[in-house]
């Protein structure tokens, strides 16, 4: 159940980055409920964070909550904000995925 909060903890992660870059591209009243959907997803990403981390290695489960956050901003930014997709760019993502997996695999 851990690994399942780590990885919605991860995913809110992603949504907050999402949130504050579309904030900064917007203005007026959409800027700031852009801003407090990156609130909520930052505490909502926190919180989980922390809970996991009473029972899986902070090491561990901080690397996989990065990874988690860093691969699926960068795959959003690519597949919504038509970010280029350079080979370079989807062989290190793909590297960082089989990280947080091979974190996963060696983790008790």
């Known amino acids: 159940m851990n690994w399942i909060l780590l990885i919605i903890a991860g995913l809110f992660e992603m949504l907050f980055a999402i ?10 009243i959409i800027s700031k409920l852009w801003f407090g959907g990156f609130l909520i ?11 996991v981390t009473k029972v899986l290695p902070i090491g561990t489960a901080y690397a996989v909550w990065t990874g988690i956050g860093a691969a699926g901003t960068v795959l959003l930014g690519i ?11 989807l062989f290190f993502i793909t590297t960082l995925i089989g990280s947080i997996i091979g974190l996963k695999l060696v983790s008790h």
């Open 19 to 28: 949130c504050l870059g579309k904030a900064n591209h917007t203005e007026g």
């Open 41 to 51: 997803c930052l505490f909502l990403s926190m919180t989980l964070l922390v809970k």
């Open 79 to 89: 597949f919504v904000f038509k970010e280029p997709a350079t080979f370079w760019r």
